[in-house]
Each structure stands twice: as C-alpha cells, then as structure tokens.
C-alpha cells in the first residue's frame, strides 16, 4: 500500500512563483474558490446566483470553469448530483444564502443516499453575523450549517479567505472519500466580496484516502466463500460508485455465484450472463433464493427497505457484507462486516478465494427467472412490459438513463436491462420527485457526444419543468419522456388499494407538447405503439426534445405483504 503521494511536497514552476510574487489586481476571495477549484481539477460547476455570493460568480468570469446555471436550486443539486455520478469527479455546485441555499437540500439528500461527491459551496451573512446574533441579514439563518449538517458527509464555515483553499481542498477531499457524497461549504458575503493579496492558487492537492479491507477479514471471507455449497452475490450502488464491475465479474465466475443488482446496483453485473439474476428485488421467487444461499456476499449495499423486499428478507447462510459507510454495517443483519471501498475488497478477494465449479448454478438462476417471468406473465401488464422493451429499443447502450419516482421507473428498477454499468440512475436513494430531467440535463453537461433521456411522470415533470429553459439555453442533448396519466399514478394506486379511494392525486397539467415548444424545445405526442419510433427520432435529433405519453399504468403486484 503506498501512500509516498501524501509525502511529496509540491513545488512550484517559475511562472508559478513569479504569478505568487505579483498577484493580479483586483481579485477578491471569490478569485480563491475558482482558482481552489481549477486547481483541484473542477471544469463544470452547476449554481443559481444570489446577492451575498456575487463576488463568487463575478470571479467564474476570469476562470476557465464552465458554468451550467438552472432555474431552481434543487434542480441545479440534481444535475450536480448526476455529474457526479457520470463522472466519478468532484461536482461543484454554487449557491446563495438561506432560501437559495435551503431549496437545495432535497438533491443533497439524494447525493447522500446515492453517494453522488456534490461540492456544495454557499455564500453566508457577512461575518459579523455569524453565531446567531439575529442582527436581522437578508436571508439569514440562526445557524445555517446546521440544517446541512444532518444530510451532508462534512460542514466547513468559512470566515477568512486564507481560509478558502483550505476548506474547499477538506472538502473535496471529504466527497471523494469512500463512500463518496455531498459535502457542505459556507463562505460569508464580505470574505466572498473582500479584495485579496493572497497570491494566486496553485499546487492544490486533495487526495481522498483509501479504504482498504482488513486482511484478517478478507481471509475470513475467501474461506467462507470458497467452501460455500450455494453462494450467492447480492451488488449494490457501491460497485457501480467504485467502478468495481469488471471485479465483480470476475469473482462471480471464479466462485460460480448467482448475481442479483440492487435497484442501485444497475448495471454492475450482464443482464444477460448466465448467473444473473437481473434484479427483480421486489420478488418472493428472489428473496426465497437469496435466503436459501449458505453463504450471501452484500457488496455495496445496506441491503435497505428496497433491497430486502421490504425488509421481508431474511436471511438463512452466513452473510458477508462490503461497503464503505461503516453505519451500514450490519443495520439490517448479523455479518461478517468489512469496512471497505467495494473495487479495493472485490480485488483482494479475488485473489484469496479458490475457484469453485458448480455447473447447476446457471440452471438454478434460469428457473428463478422463469418462475419470475410467469408471475408477472399472470397479470396481463402487456402495456408496462411494451413501454419498458420499447425505451431499452430506442436508447443507444452507452446513452445513460435518469428515472424520475414514476410507474414506469419502478418497473425500470426490476425490468430494466441496463447494457453498461453506470447509465442507469434513479431518485431512490432518497425518493423524492423531479430529479429525472435535471440529473440528464448535469449528465449531458458531463458528456455532450450521446444523447441522455430522462423519464418523468406528469406530477414529477412539474416540479422541473422550469429547466426546458436551461436544456434550451445550453442546447444539451437531452430527451425528456413524459409519462402522462393526469396524476401521482403510485399514490393514485397506493390509496385506492388502503382506502378504496385516492385523495390529492389528481392533477391539472398543462398541454407538455405545446408547453415545451413554447421554450423552443421541439415536442411529439407519441402512442404505446409508435413510442420505440418517437423516441429513437428524438435522440438522434440534436439538442432537447420533448415526448409525451399518454398512458395509465398499472404496477405489478407486490410479494412482501
């Protein structure tokens, strides 16, 4: 394990030092975040702008970062959060004082629970008002930090601007820590707009630390895995966060272990290799299987309300569970725990565990998937079960996917064939609404050479639709899916199968099609029947677009009651 990176010092270039010597004029302690976050390798950063942090978007002007603004706060956190899980790099995200900064807070709380590395930085009041003294700020708070402090991975006030590099470097570094995740930064207005004679920053280094497995465990592991006579792999977001597929891969068929993705977990394992079995999590065929394995390895997950079946999981063989936010350890189940980045963990076992042939496995995941398939078959959810064929039908493989909290996502979860390992990404690490347009838009932000897709329902539209201004404005290359059926479809059927009727979840929406033109967005109302069409039409066309479906769907009936 080497660690000399941490050891060298930098140095610096003549022309470095010669630009230390004789800072430019007229730079201000925005200058420092820019110049903090050039240095630390940003390109992108994502924000609104408000009156205490304008000395931080002047300074954008005399940087090489490119700027991609939306029209609501929480939709510019979306997208933030989705560049940084496209990218695997740290997503910059620029925002103002108290009502600016609290709009944010939901997509923060999907960055956590997705571990998306978000670098939140907010202006504050002027320091003289720091610690509560109510001397009555525009937009202030008694104690702003703290309504961050329960959702981000770290907090980190500001009130000088030495103070700045220092901070935002912590920062960084804090977000790329495995697990990775939203981080919190507050610098006050008069630091932001002050003039500095802080040289210019170079020589930045913010190398986040690796979390290695403890060996003791991993030999524990491979021993119980090799010996195992019906192991079985359950890989959560962690492998997909880590990029550890290719490891994980290789490790199934070294131990001739059956593989089931988490609704997170998409696309870290072949949809159709012959040990998977995809992810139909929310299946009693599945949870049975997962429960008669004798030895179950978690990778990458707290095996959750989702994972587990509605907690109706329960496991039978020994459990071994990987993953980086040690609070997950164990919270669901008795294991043996190991603390760790999935990608570093997968490595060690691979080399420590035996191979083990077991030529029934590929015949035992075929009989859980046909058991599945006739399950669903029974319903007669064509209509679902067509959409689904048809988007996997008109989406290129390498083009990602970001699935708002709608019907035909929750079929997406359990349906979906997801061809590459991090393109598929949905809002259920926290649940909430509108993430699915503003997280294609930050994904397209990252990589304009294919097409993205979002898929949102009527009522999740709504709370985005603000941002056909900003795929406009910046021409991203984005294709929005609206699933119309004049509703909150899930609460709609929650309600009516509780109380025999629904409350509150009819809606007045507008006309999306003429909506969305009237941005310069071009829009098609498309059928079940001509959607694969429309929609193939609409991502290799240049630019946004807009399709509208107008369709009732049906879930498929839950296993957990």
Known sequence: ????????????????????LNPP????????????????GATTVFGLPGQ?????????RRSSLTYIGLRVENNAGFA????????GEVAPLLLSTGPGALTSLAALQEAAA??????????????AGLGGGRHGYLHELRDQKASFRDVVKSVHTVRTASQIPSAIAAAWESALTAPHGPVWIEIPQDVLLAETTVPVVSAMDATPRELYARPELTAVAADLLSKAERPAIIAGGGVVR??????????????????????????AFPWEHPLSLQSWLEDRYTTDFLESADVLLVVGSGLGELSSNYHTFAPRGRVIQIEADAGKLESNHPALGIHADAREALSDLLEAVDRREDPSAPERVRTVLEAVRERIAAQELTLEQRLIASVREALPDASPSFWDMTILAYWAWSAFDARHPNTMHSAQGAGGLGYGFPAALGAAAADRTRPVLAVSGDGGAMYSIAE????????????????????????????????GEATATELTRPDFVALAESFGVPAVRTT??????????????????????????RMFEPTHL
């Open 242 to 267: 880590s990029d550890a597929s290719g490891k994980l891969l290789a490790l199934a068929e070294k131990l001739d272990a059956p593989v089931v993705t988490t609704f997170g977990g998409k696309g």
């Open 80 to 87: 933030a959060d989705a560049y940084g899980r496209i990218t």
């Open 1 to 20: 394990m080497s660690h000399d990176h941490h050891d060298e010092r930098p140095q610096l270039t003549p022309e470095q030092t010669a630009a230390a």
């Open 468 to 499: 056909l201004a900003t795929a406009r404005q910046y021409d991203l290359p984005v294709t929005w899916l609206i699933v119309d059926d004049g509703g909150y479809g899930i609460l709609r059927e929650y309600m009516t199968g509780a109380f």
């Open 25 to 40: 004029a007229g730079r201000n302690g925005g200058d420092l975040v820019v110049e903090t976050l050039q240095g630390l």
């Open 114 to 127: 997705a571990s998306a590395p978000v670098l939140a930085i907010s202006s504050q009041i002027p320091v």
């Open 528 to 553: 079940p029947e001509s959607l694969t069409a429309d929609l193939a039409a609409s991502l290799a066309a240049p630019g946004p677009s807009v399709v509208v479906l107008p369709a009732l769907l």
């Open 52 to 60: 205490h942090a304008l000395g931080m978007f002047d300074a954008l």
